[in-house]
């Protein structure tokens, strides 16, 4: 069974630049959540998503951030534009049904730099 | 607001030397508990669970953790540390019916030859 999947692996780009984060799920996962870990600090949650409806996404730094997950499948989760401080590295993992307390599956994370 | 405290940033043991990585968590009602592990150029894994029943749980590769309620408290433990557990070490809670996860700001674990 692959696992979760994460691209690009790692990102390079200016300030005021877009870039846009892909996750892949576990096949049949529900439950679809970002986070993000900036500078050696705690993995701080973003965004749940249960199928394709935002179930919880006060994590979100700002308006700057766009998270979709259209179909219920893969995720995208979009930062324009980007600033200094949205460094770190973006976290997608998934776990398999509802609201159901169960193990998250992490992906390998997508570094991002912004210059 | 809910948070996950992790008592060492970085720990360094001989291979044989006992370990015991500290976590505490802020109250707020019943909890799952979590350790993951993250070996260098690897993806974040699960060592251990705890759900409800026995608050002594066993994970994988001879790690095991102890849920102790009255301290709010589920520290991580190894009897004897191998070269190959060098890795950074995160506990999270999971409030329930909160879906995600709390993280604290994970523990480097150094083990010498």
């Known amino acids: 069974e692959a696992g979760v999947t994460q691209f690009p692996s790692h990102s390079v780009i200016e300030k005021g630049q877009t870039v846009t984060l892909r996750c892949d799920p576990i096949?049949?996962?529900?439950?679809l959540y970002w986070y993000r870990r900036v500078m050696g600090k705690e993995i701080k949650f973003l965004l749940h998503f249960v199928k394709e409806s935002k179930q919880d996404e006060s994590g979100m730094p700002n308006n700057r951030f766009l998270a979709e997950r259209t179909g219920g499948t893969y995720s995208t989760l979009k930062v324009q534009p980007a600033e200094l401080e949205d460094s770190g590295v973006y976290f997608c993992?998934?776990?398999?049904?509802?609201?159901?307390?169960?193990?998250?599956?992490f992906g390998p994370g997508t570094r991002l730099t912004v210059l | 607001a809910q948070s996950v405290s992790q008592h060492n940033h970085h720990v360094i043991l001989s291979e044989a030397a006992s370990l015991e990585l500290g976590c505490n968590y802020s109250y707020g009602g019943t909890v799952n508990l979590f350790w993951y592990v993250q070996y260098p150029g690897q993806h974040l894994q699960l060592l251990l669970k705890y759900f409800s029943g026995d608050p002594l749980v066993k994970g994988i590769k001879g790690f095991e953790a102890e849920f102790i309620k009255s301290k709010f408290s589920f520290n991580l433990r190894k009897p004897s540390v191998q070269w190959s557990d060098t890795a950074e070490y995160f506990c999270?809670?999971?409030?329930?019916?909160?879906?995600?996860?709390?993280f604290g700001d994970g523990t480097t674990l150094t083990v010498k030859p």
């Open positions: 993992a998934s776990s398999y049904k509802g609201l159901l307390i169960n193990e998250q599956f």
């Open positions: 096949s049949g996962h529900d439950n």
């Open positions: 999270a809670v999971t409030y329930t019916n909160a879906g995600k996860s709390t």
